[in-house]
Each structure stands twice: as structure tokens, then as C-alpha cells.
């Protein structure tokens, strides 16, 4: 999968288109320090609950999602962020089509 070109202005919510019933992926970059990518979710697509070793931050770009941390559900729209603390367990569901932006620090 190659990463977006660099030196250009991204319109980020472009770089990845919804599917029906499906969660699409998109990786901006990826470094060994970290990396970011782009998620499309059609309606009522998410992820199930899974943990992760470094703390994740999660931007909505568009539509809306519920982001359940540790048991906590967080509804969140286009412009919100939240972080994902390091080895908590963590699940996405799209309450509507939504887009987001996933930036994971290695550190």
C-alpha cells in the first residue's frame, strides 16, 4: 500500500471513499516512530473491541461515531478528538457514515 504523496496539501476526507457494509483503510504515512491513517465507515461498520500497545488519537473528519473506551461510550462528530489510552480495550461504531483520521505514536 503506498502512503499520500508528500509536499502536497491533502484534503484528507478525499483520500478514502465509503463502500458499502465495509470499513476502508487508507495509510497517509508510516514511520518506525509512528504512523497515520485514514478510515471510511459505511453506517453500523466498526471495529470490535481490541487493545492497542501505544496511545491512539482518533479525529472524526466527517459524519459521527461511537468510540467506547475501558466500557465508556464517547459519541463523537466531525471535528472531535479524542485519545485512546495505550493497552485500554477499545471499540469504533458508525452511528453514521463517518471518516476519521488515526495518528499512532510509537514512543
Known sequence: MSTAPKSEIL???????????AVVS???????????????????????EHTAPY?????????????????????????DAIIMPANDPHALKATQKFKMLLTMIHA
Not at 476526507?13 to 457494509?21: I, P, S, T
Not at 491512539?56 to 466531525?78: D, M, N, R, T, Y
Request: proline share 2%; charged share 25%.
Open 11 to 21: 484534503r484528507m476526507a478525499e483520500l478514502v471513499a465509503y463502500q458499502d457494509g
Open 26 to 48: 487508507r495509510q497517509i504515512t508510516k514511520a518506525e516512530a509512528g504512523n497515520v491513517t485514514l478510515f471510511a465507515f459505511d453506517k453500523e461498520q466498526g471495529l470490535s
Open 55 to 79: 496511545d491512539a488519537l482518533v479525529h472524526i473528519l466527517e459524519g459521527e461515531a461511537e468510540v467506547i473506551i475501558s466500557g465508556q461510550p464517547f459519541q463523537l462528530k466531525a471535528g
